[in-house]
């Protein structure tokens, strides 16, 4: 009896480890997940570009429209730029940003993943030359379709089509509109002013998405059988204010959701699937979200309504719904044959990031087959992204690059020709399908990261070129993958993620610099306050089990004519987290994606507790 109660001791132990000690290397999934990113570029490739294998391509896109187009993703392993799945994946990339930036920091990503969502917002910007038009494809999927050649030397048609209010796309600018939304959050603190110019975007885009409406490819008709908007455009209306809403706190958009939940939607479906085309669980999911915080006002009844199917979406992930999602024999979500695997990596993050809502709030996940724990929620999202890595029937990983047995004949025209910078002999259009299509062999560009397709509905999957409905990578599969995988590299370990946004600010509070230690003469005196600034301001107070917190915002600008290096600040009386900056030691310095600041420019960083604010000094710089 004794050693049988033992045993069961260590499984109960071994249970509960198992989570920190998986056999699989998240850190290294999500550094491969966003290199994946960085193959799908489309412009002038800039000098810290590490996948060496590609070049420049698509320089003269827009030429013909008198537009600049150049920069932007490819979607998937064709040459054509799609605007509404682009605009998707910047927004699921910045959702993972905002709920795991710290875990994206602590383990060196952060950096490449702003970096991969500003390739696109830099792309959407230029896209949107004016209030009322928006350019959302360049290139067309017949054409490109009928060759197969590198992005760097594509001979296909490069026309542009744009939406406008006379060729309405309220899906397309929505989408959009939401991706620049989400974006101007992720550049709040370190580029205040980009964020600003993103959320100019992102408001004009709503306006245009509202006020002319129309789904997008009833105007761009050449996106219909690639990206035919099936669930019409109220789902992205609704996307789009949610969030502005939590990018600006500005009441419309609160009134926006509550006001057209019913009659658009938001409230009424109950969804299987979350994507690039059908946002409706995404909704409900930020929806519920911001009831859950206590910010409903007098829509909390409505919110109610957008929470209950929010959570029908997750307990159908469990099989604890009336009508659940479809797996797998070996587990994974089944939703279509072709491209399944987008199915699975966004409906992990959901599942992920209502843990953590639901965790916050100190609830459970309420199921008609019973109460759920967060816990349980998150496991799910383990066991997808468990699946994919290679804890499947076949022992396959079906993200590129990552373990052994991983797809070696991916559908993507870059990686199974060979690189132009190694071959630059012209690769004609229909040349490409008899040389490089066709090979029987391993592409010669390892496209590091890619999440394919992925396997049937019984597991199955075959490792060929020409079977495009498994072996074609997409970047909608990968976006939502880096906040499950940076959530996970932290175990189960449950996270706040209840916290307020950004909101309206009093006047900033001047912190006084002390008196800095003796330096060599070439470096200015850190606290001299004519080259240096420091402001802090309360951007929001809020109450938690009868504890009061404040959000800190502290800005630090360079008042000198030179270029800022070399920073170090100590922060003392610090009781909470902090982001934007970087910790070496008992000092503080530049994030992970800044080196240095240029004269003029200010650095923003954030800090959370439940006290006066932290007392924030420059201890040294240096000015070049």
């Not at 994946?36 to 320089?59: D, K, M």
């Not at 048609?157 to 620049?180: F, K, Q, V, W």
């Not at 929470?307 to 994974?332: D, H, R, Y």
């Not at 062999?441 to 070129?465: E, I, K």
Request: charge should be positive; hydrophobic fraction near 35%; glycine fraction near 10%.
């Amino acid at each position: 009896m004794g050693s049988f109660t033992c045993t069961i001791s260590v499984l109960l132990f071994l249970g509960l480890v198992q989570f920190a000690v998986s056999g699989h290397d998240y850190k290294q999934a999500l550094s491969k997940s966003i290199l994946f990113f960085e193959a799908q570029r489309s412009g002038h490739l800039p000098p810290n570009q590490r996948v060496s294998w590609r070049s420049h391509s698509g320089l003269n896109d827009g030429k013909s429209s008198g537009v600049d187009l150049v920069g932007g993703y490819y979607d998937a392993g064709d040459n054509v730029k799609f605007g509404l799945p682009m605009a998707f994946t910047v927004t699921t990339m910045c959702w993972s940003i905002i709920e795991y930036g710290g875990q994206l920091e602590s383990n060196g990503e952060l950096g490449n993943a702003i970096d991969a969502v500003k390739w696109g917002t830099d792309y959407f910007i230029k896209a949107h030359p004016e209030p009322n038009v928006l350019y959302g494809e360049v290139g067309d999927g017949k054409s490109d379709h009928y060759c197969w050649q590198r992005p760097e030397e594509m001979t296909t048609d490069r026309r542009a089509y744009r939406i406008d209010r006379n060729n309405p796309g309220s899906d397309l600018a929505g989408e959009t509109a939401a991706a620049m939304a989400a974006a101007s959050i992720v550049f709040l603190r370190s580029d205040p002013s980009y964020s600003a110019e993103l959320l100019r975007h992102a408001h004009e885009l709503f306006e245009f998405a509202d006020k002319y409406r129309g789904k997008y490819d009833s105007s761009i008709t050449v996106a219909q059988k690639y990206y035919g908007s099936v669930s019409g455009y109220n789902d992205e209306l609704l996307w789009a204010a949610a969030w502005l809403y939590q990018a600006t706190n500005d009441k419309y958009y609160l009134d926006y959701l509550g006001k057209n939940g019913d009659s658009m939607g938001g409230t009424g479906w109950s969804m299987r699937e979350f994507g690039w085309d059908v946002k409706y669980a995404g909704v409900q999911t930020l929806v519920a979200k911001i009831l859950m915080q206590g910010k409903a006002g007098e829509h909390t009844g409505v919110f109610g309504r957008y929470q209950e199917k929010a959570e029908q979406f997750m307990c159908s992930m469990l099989g604890k719904s009336t009508k659940n999602i479809q797996k797998t024999p070996g587990g994974l979500i089944f939703r279509q044959r072709w491209n399944n695997m987008q199915f699975v990596t966004s409906a992990s993050f959901l599942a992920a990031v209502y843990s953590d809502y639901i965790s916050s709030s100190k609830r459970n996940l309420r199921c008609s087959q019973g109460n759920m724990s967060p816990s349980q929620l998150l496991d799910f999202s383990k066991s997808q992204v468990d699946y994919i890595l290679g804890d499947n029937p076949r022992g396959t990983s079906y993200m590129v690059g990552y373990g052994h047995n991983y797809p070696r004949q991916v559908h993507h025209r870059g990686s199974s020709i060979v690189s132009f910078k190694v071959d630059q002999k012209f690769v004609t259009c229909r040349g490409g399908y008899a040389k490089w299509y066709s090979r029987k062999a391993s592409d010669p560009n390892v496209l590091t990261g890619a999440l394919v397709g992925g396997p049937d509905a019984y597991d199955n999957f075959a490792d060929n070129r020409d079977n495009y409905e498994q072996t074609e990578p997409t970047t909608y599969n990968n976006a939502p993958l880096l906040g499950v995988l940076a959530r996970l590299i932290s175990g189960p370990a449950g996270f706040d993620q209840l916290l307020p946004g950004v909101s309206p600010t009093p006047s900033p509070v001047i912190i006084k610099p002390a008196p800095a230690p003796k330096r060599k003469p070439t470096t200015p005196p850190a606290s001299s306050p004519s080259y240096i600034t420091i402001s802090q301001k309360m951007t929001s107070s809020w109450m938690n089990e009868g504890k009061v917190y404040h959000r800190y915002s502290t800005k630090l600008t360079n008042r000198s004519t030179k270029t800022l290096k070399n920073l170090k600040i100590s922060i003392t009386k610090l009781y909470g987290p902090i982001w934007g900056v970087t910790k070496t030691g008992n000092s503080y310095g530049f994030p992970s994606w800044m080196q240095s600041l240029p004269a003029g420019k200010s650095m923003e960083f954030v800090y959370i507790h439940s006290a006066s604010p932290a007392n924030v000094l420059v201890q040294n710089y240096s000015l070049e």
